[in-house]
């Protein structure tokens, strides 16, 4: 037994010696939490960096994609005011081109200036009228076969003349024109003559101002006198218009009424074209 314990006894000095070393060589076991300790918190650290390191980036990207998506909607505004831009610009010149039309008849007579449609005389209603049908409209329908002369009834005369000077108007039917250019009432059949091919020496319209308000047009229109060129159809003549009118035009749902013409104060900086 005695011998038993010695052995017991060597035994557990062996062990604590080895433990003793090995404690040394590797550490104890509460060495071995501290060290798991550090290591996570080293992990911690490495984590808080890497999110630290992330969230700029993170910002950077989102930025980017808010520039990219700014310049986007820039771009698209841009375009969008552009063809807007010249949407209008279109819109005016079409819009310039049919009043210049709607009042060529007008300007061919060289009315003479009015406030209101009551204080037109009759011949030049007719006369602008007639013109009307001659420039802007199928004069098919009044030609006489093997003939070179047109058949206008009145009706579609007081018909045109309403078109310029609105509905509220009437005419007293009777022969107009100069000697140039006549238009032969027949009241037996209730028309006028008038001849297919009718060229004129006299002014023609265009508008060198345009203003706007409440559907009341307000235009310069300058009055280009005749020419040799123009007579014979050639283009790209230039001339200066002769004198400048001012013309007030109604528009509601696309017709027009002339409601007026007067002198106009305008004065051109440049020659017109």
Same mark, same amino acid.
């Given at each position: 037994?005695?011998?038993?314990?010695?052995?017991?006894?060597?035994?557990?000095?062996?062990?604590?010696?080895?433990?003793?070393?090995?404690?040394?060589?590797?550490?104890? +076991?509460? !060495?071995?939490? #501290? %060290?798991?300790?550090?290591?996570?918190? =080293?992990?911690?650290? @490495?984590?808080?960096?890497?999110?630290?390191?992330?969230?700029?980036?993170?910002?950077?990207?989102?930025?980017?994609?808010?520039?990219?998506?700014?310049?986007?909607?820039?771009?698209?505004?841009?375009?969008?005011?552009?063809?807007?831009?010249?949407?209008?610009?279109?819109?005016?010149?079409?819009?310039?081109?049919?009043?210049?039309?709607?009042?060529?008849?007008?300007?061919?007579?060289?009315?003479?200036?009015?406030?209101?449609?009551?204080?037109?005389?009759?011949?030049?209603?007719?006369?602008?009228?007639?013109?009307?049908?001659?420039?802007?409209?199928?004069?098919?329908?009044?030609?006489?076969?093997?003939?070179?002369?047109?058949?206008?009834?009145?009706?579609?005369? +007081?018909? !045109?003349?309403? #078109? %310029?000077?609105?509905?509220?108007?009437? =005419?007293?039917?009777? @022969?107009?024109?100069?000697?140039?250019?006549?238009?032969?009432?027949?009241?037996?059949?209730?028309?006028?003559?008038?001849?297919?091919?009718?060229?004129?020496?006299?002014?023609?319209?265009?508008?060198?101002?345009?203003?706007?308000?409440?559907?009341?047009?307000?235009?310069?229109?300058?009055?280009?006198?005749?020419?040799?060129?123009?007579?014979?159809?050639?283009?790209?003549?230039?001339?200066?218009?002769?004198?400048?009118?001012?013309?007030?035009?109604?528009?509601?749902?696309?017709?027009?009424?002339?409601?007026?013409?007067?002198?106009?104060?305008?004065?051109?900086?440049?020659?017109?074209?």
């Amino acid at each position: 037994m005695t011998k038993k314990k010695r052995e017991n006894a060597a035994d557990s000095a062996s062990r604590g010696a080895d433990g003793a070393v090995i404690n040394q060589l590797f550490g104890t +076991l509460e !060495s071995d939490t #501290e %060290i798991e300790s550090n290591i996570a918190e =080293l992990g911690a650290e @490495t984590e808080n960096e890497v999110a630290a390191e992330t969230k700029p980036r993170r910002f950077f990207f989102i930025f980017a994609v808010f520039v990219i998506i700014m310049a986007i909607v820039g771009c698209f505004s841009t375009v969008r005011f552009a063809v807007d831009c010249t949407g209008n610009l279109m819109d005016n010149t079409s819009l310039k081109n049919e009043f210049a039309q709607f009042i060529f008849p007008v300007v061919i007579n060289d009315i003479p200036t009015f406030e209101n449609t009551s204080e037109l005389r009759n011949t030049a209603m007719l006369n602008s009228a007639i013109w009307n049908i001659l420039i802007n409209k199928d004069t098919s329908p009044y030609e006489s076969e093997g003939m070179m002369g047109l058949t206008i009834p009145e009706y579609d005369v +007081l018909a !045109s003349c309403r #078109e %310029i000077f609105g509905s509220s108007v009437t =005419l007293e039917h009777q @022969t107009v024109g100069s000697a140039e250019v006549r238009f032969v009432y027949d009241e037996e059949n209730h028309t006028y003559s008038a001849s297919k091919n009718t060229r004129y020496l006299t002014y023609s319209p265009v508008i060198i101002d345009m203003n706007e308000s409440q559907g009341i047009y307000t235009l310069t229109v300058g009055y280009l006198p005749p020419s040799v060129a123009a007579v014979a159809g050639i283009s790209g003549m230039e001339t200066s218009p002769e004198k400048y009118m001012e013309y007030t035009i109604s528009r509601w749902e696309g017709k027009n009424t002339l409601l007026s013409v007067k002198y106009s104060d305008y004065t051109p900086q440049t020659s017109e074209s």
